[in-house]
T-cell receptor
């Protein structure tokens, strides 16, 4: 069963804590993306990656970090420097030149 | 700056009437344009895309979109709305670039509400 798996579905962060959101795909797509969704603000691009060991900052990368050690995995770490992390986070992947395929998202909240 | 604008937060239409959801973009070069739909607490689903060619593109669920280069617009349309079309709709653009990675940015979304 091919697709993009995001975990966990819900995540809670304490003050000063780093948390990592998982994104795994078995679609053999090269490109992967992380977006943040806030009500009324649409999707904002955090980071994106075309190939293993290479990634670029999006429009709101501050307070976040990523890695791309394997083609199928693109984890996102929300660091303590991100002061307003509560949002719905979406991961997506894309074959060359084509549409994005999205995971079902992770809702991150602050305790 | 590169951007995508959806000027309407919400569009309300009666079932059976035509609908239009507006999108304009500000990107240099020849962008790829997309529409996606989101149902509650879910990821986004692809509806249609414009890469090149005919300015009117047809997509899933009876939706179509018209590309207008002079107005830098890509409005989503459907001739006859269904209650099940009620959802959040996003316009997106793939920004042309010379790096291997392609930046894809989204508009703020338009909530479409179809009343019976």
């Amino acid at each position: 069963d091919g697709g993009i798996t995001q975990s966990p579905k819900y995540l809670f962060r304490k003050e000063g804590q780093n948390v990592t959101l998982s994104c795994e795909q078995n679609l053999n797509h090269d490109a992967m993306y992380w977006y943040r969704q806030d009500p009324g603000q649409g999707l904002r691009l955090i980071y994106y990656s075309q190939i293993v060991n290479d990634f670029q900052k999006g429009d709101i990368a501050e307070g976040y970090s990523v890695s791309r050690e394997k083609k199928e995995s693109f984890p996102l770490t929300v660091t303590s420097a991100q002061k307003n992390p509560t949002a719905f986070y979406l991961c997506a992947s894309r074959p060359n030149g084509e549409k994005l395929f999205f995971g079902s998202g992770t809702q991150l909240s602050v305790l | 700056a590169q951007s995508v604008a959806q000027p309407e937060d919400q569009v309300n239409v009666a079932e059976g009437n035509p609908l239009t959801v507006k999108c304009t973009y500000s990107v240099s070069g020849n962008p790829y344009l997309f529409w996606y739909v989101q149902y509650p607490n879910r990821g986004l689903q692809f509806l249609l895309k414009y890469i090149t060619g005919d300015n009117l593109v047809k997509g899933s669920y009876g939706f179509e979109a018209e590309f207008n280069k002079s107005q830098t617009s890509f409005h989503l349309k459907k001739p006859s709305a269904l209650v099940s079309d009620s959802a959040l709709y996003f316009c997106a653009v793939r920004v042309p670039g010379y790096s291997s990675a392609s930046k894809i940015i989204f508009g703020s979304g338009t909530r479409l509400s179809i009343r019976p």
